[in-house]
């Protein structure tokens, strides 16, 4: 009976020795499962080696426009010079009405000061054409009323080199007018 024990327990033995085992492990997306691609790396397996898994690519995103700065308008640019030429003569106390020319001869700003007489020497007339002058606006010109609403002269702009020499045109001009 011994022998027969031992051949049994020898039996069930080899029998658990050979037995395979069975182990369930999800899918892969790519194979319908619900794990990532290549999230699945056996360790280990025929030659000791490893397969590393392979760091899925993440997925590109569309390319947004970059949004862009809207550029001003230059009836805007314009308006903003006006702005700008008008506390130049509030902070000088010169009293002049600024006009502004539209629609834009050129795509030029051409503003209009009124008149040559709020100037109390020309001085005053080179201060204020150097402040102007010192704004960097852009495609401008400034014209002085010197005698009537008729008669401008051409004052300064973006392309006037000497400030000094336009208002020494027009304040001689200006005193010719006055007598």
Do not use: H
């Not at 031992?6 to 050979?18: E, H, M, V």
């Not at 106390?93 to 007489?117: E, F, H, Q, R």
């Not at 009537?148 to 051409?154: A, F, L, R």
């Amino acid at each position: 009976m011994i022998k027969l024990s031992l051949l049994t327990i020898a039996l069930f033995s080899s029998i658990s020795i050979q037995a395979a085992y069975v182990i369930k492990i999800p899918m892969e997306q790519n194979l319908g499962g619900s794990l990532p691609t290549s999230s699945i790396a056996f360790v280990g397996g025929v030659g000791g080696g490893s397969t590393p898994p392979l760091t899925p690519e993440p997925e590109p995103k569309p390319e947004e426009p970059e949004a862009k700065p809207e550029e001003p308008t230059r009836e805007s640019v314009c308006a903003s010079a006006k702005q700008n030429v008008i506390s130049i003569a509030a902070s000088q106390n010169l009293g002049v009405t600024v006009k502004y020319i539209s629609p834009l001869p050129a795509d030029k700003c051409v503003l209009m000061v009124m008149s040559i007489g709020k100037f109390t020497d020309k001085s005053s007339l080179i201060n204020f054409g150097n402040s102007v002058a010192r704004l960097n606006i852009e495609n401008y010109s400034i014209g002085i009323e010197r005698y009537s609403s008729t008669t401008v002269d051409m004052f300064i702009s973006s392309v006037t080199t000497d400030v000094n020499a336009q208002a020494d045109k027009i304040w001689s001009r200006y005193q010719t007018d006055k007598k």
